[in-house]
């Protein structure tokens, strides 16, 4: 097998990565919406649900980062690869990553997860901050419940450790690029 062929084969099932991961994504957004605004519902009539609430956000904004570092995986992995095809080509016949560092948010940039601010700012990024802001006003409205309705200093504590921890990961993986510097460290070999 020459090597564009193994090259476009590897690209191949990077895309249909990127596929799965995107649907995979916009299921869990239906899903954790549903099931929080479901709960907060609920909460109206049996105050020990606003319990669940900053945990659903919690967990929702885990399970959708996880999606987005596949996401993110997928289309470094992509254009590392469609550049070294056209490089072997000599012309840009694969330009799908230039496409979507236009449209979508430009890869290689820093950004908040996949949401790009300023002069890149897209509808994406738009789309992915509302989804953010969402998940946070069902956090924040639980966490003032547990503290001023339920009066439950204890898990109040617990919920903020949590979030903290979260908070300090996803920094150190998404906002630090850890995870793009390792890729960006393997590409330069």
Known sequence: MDEIKLLENQLKRMRSMNKFY???????????????????????????TLYLLPLISLFGSVILAFHAY???????????????????????????HKLENAYFFPIQDKKIVVAKLGKDFSWFSFVTLFITFYGISLYVYG???????LNNINYFMFIIF????????????????????????????
């Open 143 to 149: 966490i003032y419940n547990i503290l001023v309705t």
């Open 162 to 189: 949590l979030t903290l921890v979260t908070f300090a990961v996803g920094y150190w993986w998404f906002i630090n690029n850890e995870g793009e510097s390792r890729l960006r460290t393997i590409y330069d070999e």
């Open 70 to 96: 596949y996401l993110i995986f997928s289309r470094n992995y992509s254009e590392f690869l469609e550049k070294k095809i056209n490089n072997y080509l000599n012309k840009d016949a694969y330009i799908t």
């Open 22 to 48: 995107h649907l995979q994504f916009l299921n869990d957004v239906r899903y954790f919406f549903v099931l929080g605004l479901i709960s907060l519902v609920i909460s109206f009539n049996n105050e020990k």
